[in-house]
């Protein structure tokens, strides 16, 4: 599985970004898929993830204010980020894995820079 991720950058405090990543390969219904984002001198932390059935599950810091959502027909996971903060700064990294396994696929990152 490769996953293509996109849409990061730059912007102001209050600001919006959408991320998209798209996933090719051998793609498997009982998979998850989902957001993890990495800021400089941190863990990497699960920012959402969302089923192939639509169930979701979203870090408390970004409730009410990141929505996730997919096509399942293009293998593809968004991430809607609104109201982002200067803590919102970090590499976001797509994430699949199946749903039984532990096995789990990383796209490239994509930087989002939050200016205050």
């Known amino acids: 599985v490769q996953l293509q991720a996109s849409g990061g950058g730059l912007v102001e405090a209050g600001g919006s970004l959408r991320l998209s990543c798209a996933a090719s390969?051998?793609?498997?219904?009982?998979?998850?898929m989902g957001w993890y984002r990495q800021a400089p001198g941190k863990q990497r932390e699960l920012v959402a993830t969302l089923t192939y059935g639509g169930t979701t599950d979203y870090a408390d810091s970004v409730k009410g204010r990141f929505t996730i959502s997919r096509d399942n027909a293009k293998n593809t996971v968004y991430l809607q980020m609104n109201g982002l903060k200067p803590e919102d700064t970090a590499v976001y990294y797509c994430?699949?894995?199946?749903?039984?396994?532990?096995?789990?696929?990383w796209g490239q990152g994509t930087q989002v820079t939050v200016s205050s």
């Open positions: 390969g051998t793609i498997f219904s009982d998979n998850v």
């Open positions: 994430n699949y894995k199946r749903s039984w396994s532990t096995k789990q696929y």
